[in-house]
C-alpha cells in the first residue's frame, strides 16, 4: 500500500498494512478465539454470563442441529429477530460454523417489511423472540420459511431468574402478544437435540456470504449487502491494530453493547472484534430504559463503549449519568450519525475520556475511518481511513478530486462487499469503475489526510442555489443550553427552492423561537438560518437511536398537501 496523507496520522505502533490471511473464514477465527480464551467470560446480560467455553459449545450444539435435524446446507439462510441477548451470540456463531448465511433482522420490522426481507433472501430458518411472533405469522404462508425456532427473553438466564423474567414479560408486562405457531420449535429444545450429534465443519471459503445485512430502505427498497468471510475478517484485523494503543496483553476489556447486534455496527465491532480479543460483553437489551440503563453501567466499571449521538446525548442528560465510575473508561467511540460537538464536549466533560468518531456503512462491515485512539481526535472529522483501507473524494462524473475539493467519499479495501443480493444493477451503480464503492456521503480530504463529512447527498438542502449542509446546521443549533435535540430538512419553497427547517426538542421549557433564531443569526449566515422552527416532545428514531430526517421530510410533504 503506497503512502497516503493519512498514514503519518497512525498511532505509534499501528500498521497501515494488516495480514488477514491467517483466518481463511470467521469460523478458523471463532476456532481459534472461542478456544483460546475459553474459561474467560464473554457475553453477559441480565446478571448472567456465558464463558467462552459455554459459547463455543452451545453455538456448536445449534450448529449440529442446523446440520443434522434441519438439513441446512452451507449457503442457505437464517433470520435472527432479537434484541440484544445470550441467545444472540450463541445462534449467531452457531450458523456461521455451519456456513449457514446470517440475514439480520430488525425485531421492530412490520410485517410488510419482515416479508419483503424473508422474501428477498429466501430465508429458510427463522430464530424470533416470542414477543415478535404474532408478525412472523402474519406472513408465514407468503414467505419460503420451513422452519421456526422461538426463544423467550429470559431462556438463557436459568433457573428461577429465567422462569420469573419471562413470567413478568408476557403476564405482567403484557410483551407477548398472542400468536399461534404450532411447527415452531423452542431454541432450548433445538440446543438439546443439537447436543446429540457431532457437529461437522463444512468446507468454507473466504469468498462464500457470511450476512446478508440489509440496508435501512431510506433512498429506496431495502437492499441485502453481501458481506463475505473475508470482509468480516479483514474488519475484525484492522479494528483490532487501530485499538492497540488501548490495549494490554491479559487486561480483559469490558465493552457495554448497548447498540443491537443486528445493526453492522454491534454486530462487528462488540460482537466479533470483542470476541476475537477475549473481551466480555455487556449485552444491554433496552438501553431506551435509561435509568435501568445507567443501574447496568454501575454494576461494574467498564473500559469501552459504543453509541449513536443520541445515545450518549441521553446518558448526559440523565442526572445519575455523573455518579457511574469512569475510572477504567478508555474510550467511547460514536458511529451511525455525525456526533455533534456540543455531546463531544460534555461527555468529555463528564467522564473525562474523549467521545471518538468514526465512519462506516452496512457495504463495508463497517468501519471505513475511525479516529486515532491516542488522544489526538480531530472533533468534527471521521478520522482517518483504518489500515488496507483507501478513501478518496470523486465529483459526479467519477473523477477524483484532490484535497479540499468537496465531492462525494468513496472507499475501496477487503472490507467493502461483494455486491447487493441479487441486484446487479444496483451493485454496479454504487461503484466507480467497479472498485471504489460510492457512500453517497458528500465530504472533503483535508491536507493532513482527515476525513471529514459534509453530509448525505439525500439530504442536502438547496437555498437559492446555495447548498445547505443540516449536519451543520444541526450541530450550530445543538450548542444552545436549551436545546436537547435537533433534526434539519429541507422544505419546498417557490422563492428559494428550498428553505431550512428545523424540528427542535427542548431541553429548557422556556426556550422561544425567537430565542433560537438570534442564537442562529450569531452564529450562521443568512441562507442557513431556519425559516420554520418547529417544537416537539420527540423525534423519530431507528431502533438503534439514529434521527430519522426521512421521516420527518414526509411529514412535511404530506401537511403540504
Known amino acids: 500500500m503506497e503512502k497516503f496523507p493519512w498514514v503519518e496520522q497512525y498511532p505509534k505502533g499501528v500498521e497501515a498494512t494488516v495480514d488477514y490471511s491467517q483466518f481463511p473464514t470467521i469460523v478458523d477465527l471463532l476456532d481459534t478465539v472461542l478456544k483460546k480464551y475459553a474459561d474467560r467470560q464473554s457475553f453477559e446480560n441480565m446478571g448472567k454470563s456465558f464463558t467462552y467455553k459455554q459459547i463455543d459449545e452451545a453455538s456448536g450444539n ?266 477504567k473508561l478508555k474510550t467511547a467511540i460514536g458511529g451511525g450519525m455525525a456526533v455533534q460537538r456540543a455531546v463531544a464536549e460534555k461527555w468529555k466533560k463528564v467522564t473525562g475520556v474523549s467521545l471518538v468518531e468514526g465512519y462506516g456503512l452496512s457495504e463495508t462491515s463497517p468501519v471505513l475511518s475511525v479516529n486515532p485512539l491516542d488522544g489526538r481526535e480531530e472533533q468534527g472529522t471521521i478520522g482517518v481511513p483504518v489500515p488496507n483501507t483507501e478513501m478518496a473524494i470523486f465529483d459526479e462524473e467519477g473523477n477524483q478530486l484532490g484535497t479540499g475539493e468537496i465531492g462525494e467519499i468513496c472507499a475501496r479495501g477487503p472490507q467493502v462487499m461483494s455486491g447487493y443480493w441479487n441486484r446487479p444493477e444496483e451493485t454496479e451503480k454504487s461503484f466507480f469503475k467497479k472498485e471504489w464503492f460510492r457512500t453517497g456521503d458528500i465530504g472533503v480530504m483535508r491536507e493532513d489526510g482527515f476525513f471529514k463529512i459534509v453530509d448525505r447527498k439525500k439530504d442536502m438542502i438547496n437555498v437559492s442555489g446555495f447548498n445547505v449542509y443540516p449536519n451543520e446546521v444541526e450541530d450550530t443549533i445543538a450548542l444552545h443550553p436549551k436545546v436537547l435535540e435537533v433534526a434539519a430538512i429541507g422544505v419546498a419553497d417557490e422563492r428559494s427552492t428550498e428553505v431550512v427547517k428545523v424540528c427542535v426538542v427542548k431541553k429548557d421549557p422556556g426556550l422561544t423561537k425567537e430565542e433560537l433564531l438570534a442564537f442562529c443569526k450569531e452564529n450562521m449566515t443568512g441562507y442557513k438560518i431556519p425559516k420554520i422552527v418547529e417544537f416537539r416532545d420527540e423525534l423519530p428514531k431507528s431502533n438503534v437511536g439514529k434521527i430519522l430526517r426521512r421521516v420527518l421530510r414526509e411529514e412535511s410533504q404530506n401537511i403540504k398537501k
Open 62 to 327: 445449534f450448529a449440529a442441529y442446523l446440520q443434522f435435524e434441519l438439513g441446512l446446507k452451507k449457503g442457505d439462510t437464517i433470520a435472527i429477530q432479537m434484541p440484544n441477548c445470550l441467545q444472540y451470540p450463541i445462534v449467531m456463531f452457531g450458523a456461521l460454523k455451519a456456513g449457514i448465511i446470517v440475514v439480520n433482522t430488525n425485531p421492530l420490522y412490520t410485517p410488510r417489511e419482515m416479508k419483503h426481507q424473508f422474501q428477498d433472501a429466501k430465508i429458510k430458518a427463522v430464530v424470533i423472540m416470542s414477543m415478535f411472533a404474532h408478525n412472523l405469522q402474519e406472513v408465514l404462508k407468503e414467505v419460503s420459511i420451513k422452519h421456526v425456532i422461538i426463544t423467550n427473553l429470559g431462556d438463557m438466564l436459568g433457573g428461577l431468574k429465567g422462569g420469573i423474567v419471562n413470567f413478568v414479560v408476557k403476564n405482567v408486562k403484557k410483551m407477548v402478544p398472542y400468536y399461534n405457531l404450532p411447527q415452531a420449535v423452542p431454541l432450548k429444545e433445538a440446543l438439546k437435540k443439537g447436543k446429540a450429534y457431532t457437529y461437522k465443519k463444512p468446507e468454507i471459503s473466504k469468498d462464500d456470504i457470511a450476512f446478508l445485512q440489509y440496508t435501512g430502505g431510506t433512498t429506496g427498497v431495502s437492499k441485502g449487502a453481501m458481506l463475505t468471510h473475508e470482509n468480516i475478517v479483514a474488519h475484525t484485523l484492522h479494528i483490532a491494530e487501530w485499538f492497540k494503543p488501548l490495549l494490554q496483553d491479559g487486561v480483559q476489556e469490558v465493552m457495554i453493547t448497548a447498540i443491537p447486534l443486528y445493526h453492522i455496527f454491534a454486530l462487528s465491532v462488540n460482537g466479533i472484534f470483542m470476541t476475537y480479543i477475549g473481551g466480555r460483553n455487556i449485552l444491554i437489551t433496552n438501553p431506551r430504559d435509561m435509568k435501568a440503563f445507567i443501574k447496568d453501567l454501575k454494576k461494574q466499571p467498564f473500559t469501552l463503549i459504543t453509541g449513536v449521538n443520541t445515545l450518549y446525548n441521553g446518558l448526559l442528560n440523565q442526572p445519575d449519568f455523573s455518579t457511574v465510575d469512569f475510572s
